[in-house]
């Protein structure tokens, strides 16, 4: 699926298929940390790789708010493996990988601070 081509500055999502996304038309594989200024490989490969760690380590960048694109269908992390970032305050949001692609998007033009954890 395509996008809609949008005038703001950053990083934004301009596209996504079966195991990428295209973020400013460059084509990305594999979990990925996206942030409105950085695109970043993210260590776990696939949901059943997920550890607490891999969660904490986001509290560091302070977003509001967490998108975690588990894939082609919802998958929700235990708990335990967002607990650093609840007691940061930081809302996690669960939904499929596209999903968090399109809600990326909509949360960066309200120029709120947002963190995508994808696993493509």
């Known amino acids: 699926m395509k996008l809609h081509q949008s005038k703001l500055n950053g990083n ?10 295209l ?13 409105a200024d950085s695109v970043a ?10 550890e607490a760690e891999h969660f904490a380590a986001i509290a560091a960048l302070a977003p509001e708010v967490v998108l975690f694109g588990s894939g082609k269908t919802i998958r929700f992390p235990h708990p335990r493996l967002t607990a650093a970032l609840t007691e940061h305050g930081v809302g996690v949001d669960v939904m499929d990988t596209q999903a968090a692609c399109r809600t990326f998007n909509i949360l960066m033009a309200e120029d709120r601070k947002v963190v995508a954890l994808l696993l493509t």
């Open 12 to 21: 934004l999502f301009t596209g996504y298929g079966d195991g990428f996304v």
């Open 41 to 50: 490989p993210w260590a776990p490969a696939s949901f059943d790789a997920l």
């Open 23 to 35: 973020i400013n038309a460059e084509r990305h594989e594999g979990s990925l940390v996206v942030t």
